[in-house]
């Protein structure tokens, strides 16, 4: 399947968006990986370093825990065109001085996301995993807190289903909030299973 010119075109600008060089303590590098074929888009907060380095998204085991809850292993997740992935913000932010890495900077998804989702008409399920993208994606329809978010995940269905971030971090959040496991994982497996079954 070849690209369409929209697409295409719009995956070039990004990938070549300099728009915050000599803000990032590096040069910036976009990840955007998505495909004409996209039905399921993957909306995270930013790459973190190991993601930077690979030019890859979730190449790292915040991705393991994500492909684990979509129910899909490392081939599928990433030889399957109906996946792609498109953070709220393309470069890594860099690491805080206390841990854990920057928040995404706003001014790329004010720069590219209108334009690249305008280019995805496929996409039948959005995943916003993280609290940055829940706050981009739903404005006044967010709640609170991410929990709260994630917590009314029936409320943003059908094209919508917020999550937590996969990260080690939120290892302490799954404990406390079992409900995740044993509500929201297998209904997003279900809807996997159903858009990458066809």
């Avoid at 719009?10 to 039905?39: K, N, Y």
Wanted: with cysteine.
């Amino acid at each position: 399947m070849t690209t369409s010119p929209d697409l295409d075109a719009v995956l070039s600008d990004i990938r070549a968006c300099r728009a915050c060089l000599g803000e990032l303590p590096h040069t910036p590098r976009p990840v955007v990986r998505v495909f004409p074929a996209t039905r399921l888009l993957i909306c995270g907060q930013a790459p973190g370093r190991r993601v930077h380095e690979s030019g890859l998204p979730f190449t790292d085991p915040s991705g393991d825990r994500l492909r684990n809850w979509m129910g899909v292993d490392y081939e599928t997740f990433y030889a399957d065109h109906r996946i792609g992935v498109a953070a709220q913000a393309f470069c890594y932010p860099g690491t805080a001085p206390k841990g854990g890495d920057y928040p995404p900077p706003r001014r790329c998804a004010e720069l590219w996301r209108p334009r690249l989702l305008e280019a995805l008409p496929q996409i039948e399920l959005t995943l916003l995993v993280g609290g940055y993208a829940q706050v981009w994606a739903l404005g006044d329809r967010v709640k609170p807190n991410m929990t709260g978010t994630v917590g009314a995940w029936r409320d943003y269905g059908p094209s919508i289903l917020p999550l937590p971030h996969p990260s080690w971090r939120n290892t302490a959040w799954l404990r406390r909030n079992p409900w995740f496991e044993l509500e929201v994982v297998p209904y997003l497996r279900q809807r996997v299973r159903g858009i990458l079954g066809r």
